[in-house]
C-alpha cells in the first residue's frame, strides 16, 4: 500500500462507521481495473434452496481441473453479496482467480436475524456439496477447493471448518481475513447479537477457536493495521493460542496501510500485496 493511500484509509479511523465504510468503497472503486476482457462468468447459479443461495463462477480459456477459489463476502452478518450492478466488487475476486488459472467462485448466504447460527456452516457446506458435485463440469478440480472470507465471511468460513470438520475434510485450504474466532472473548455488538442470539450465555457453542486449532486443513489468516480493535485482539488471541496448542506459529499476515474493507477491494487494483499473497497461499495448497 503506498503512502499516500494508507494516509487516506488511515484518516477514515479505524471503527465501522458509515463513513468509513463508503470512504474506503469510493476510494479502493476508483483504483480497480474492472473485469479482465478474457474473463468468462456465469452468474446467480442456485447451490441450495434459499434465494440467497446463489453463486457465480469464473474463468478464463478451457481450464481443466483448475484449482477453486471461493471467496465469501463480509456485511456483518446483516448484509451483502456477491455482486452488485455498478460496482467491481465482489466479483473482483473471481475475476483475481480467473486471471491466475483458478476458476473463481462468489457466493451469497442466508442473512440474520432471520437466519442464525448455525446458518453460515450450514451454508458454506451446501456450497461445498454444489462444487463437489459440479465444478469439474467448468473446469474446476473438486479436490482443490479453497475457501477464502472477509469479516463476517471468514467467520463463516471457520465456522464450517470448526463446526463441520468432517465435512470439509478435502478443503485444500482456507484463507480467513479479518475474522472474529472466539465468541468467549468478542466484543457484544448489534450484528453478533442478530447472528448469535440476543443471549450472550449461549454464544460459546458457536465460537469457532477450538475448531480452528485442531483442524487439518491449512489455513492462512490474516489483520489489518487499521482494524477495528476487536479484530486486532482476535488475531493476537489466534496467534497465542495457536502456538500454545500446535508450537508453531500461524500463518499470519499483517497487512500493512489497510482497513478493515480495503484487503478484498484492493484485489484488481495497481496495490498487489493481497492479491499476491492469496496466490501464492493457493499454490502452495493446491497447486
Known amino acids: 500500500m503506498t503512502p499516500a493511500i494508507r494516509s487516506k484509509l488511515a484518516a477514515l479511523g479505524n471503527d465501522l462507521s458509515p463513513e468509513m465504510v463508503q470512504g474506503s468503497i469510493g476510494l479502493m472503486a476508483g483504483m480497480n481495473r474492472g473485469l479482465s476482457s478474457d474473463t468468462q462468468v456465469l452468474r446467480d447459479i442456485s447451490y441450495g434452496p434459499d434465494p440467497r443461495h446463489r453463486l457465480d463462477l469464473f474463468r478464463q480459456g478451457d481450464t481443466r481441473r483448475a484449482p477453486v477459489f471461493v471467496f465469501v463476502h463480509g456485511g456483518g452478518f446483516l448484509m451483502g453479496d456477491k455482486h452488485t450492478e455498478g460496482s467491481p466488487f465482489c466479483s473482483n475476486m473471481g475475476d ?40 469439474a463440469e467448468h473446469g474446476g478440480d473438486p479436490a482443490r477447493i479453497v475457501l477464502s472470507g472477509q469479516s463476517a465471511g471468514a467467520v463463516h468460513v471457520a465456522g464450517y471448518l470448526a463446526h463441520r470438520g468432517d465435512h470439509a475434510e478435502g478443503i485444500a485450504g482456507a484463507a480467513l481475513m479479518s475474522g472474529i474466532y472466539d465468541t468467549h472473548t468478542c466484543s457484544p455488538n448489534a450484528s453478533a447479537e442478530a447472528y448469535y442470539g440476543a443471549d450472550r450465555r ?63 477491494l484492493s484485489v484488481g487494483s495497481d496495490q498487489t500485496e493481497v492479491e499476491r499473497m492469496l496466490a501464492a497461499f493457493v499454490a502452495r495448497v493446491a497447486g
Not at 103 to 108: A, F, K, M, Y
Not at 240 to 258: D, I, K, N, S, V
Request: aromatic letters at 12%.
Open 96 to 135: 483475481f482467480a480467473a486471471r491466475h488459472g483458478m476458476i473463481g467462485v462468489t457466493l451469497t448466504y442466508r442473512l440474520a436475524p432471520e437466519h442464525r447460527f448455525p446458518s453460515g456452516p450450514d451454508d458454506m457446506a451446501m456450497a461445498v456439496d454444489w462444487l463437489r458435485a459440479n465444478v
Open 202 to 264: 449461549q454464544w460459546g457453542a458457536a465460537s469457532c477457536m477450538d475448531g480452528l486449532l485442531g483442524t487439518k486443513v491449512p489455513v492462512q489468516f490474516s489483520v489489518a493495521e487499521f482494524d477495528p480493535d476487536d479484530f486486532q485482539q482476535q488475531a493476537a488471541q489466534l496467534v497465542e493460542q495457536w502456538y500454545a496448542a500446535r508450537g508453531r506459529y500461524p500463518e499470519m499476515h499483517f497487512l500493512a496501510g489497510h482497513n478493515h474493507l480495503s484487503p478484498a
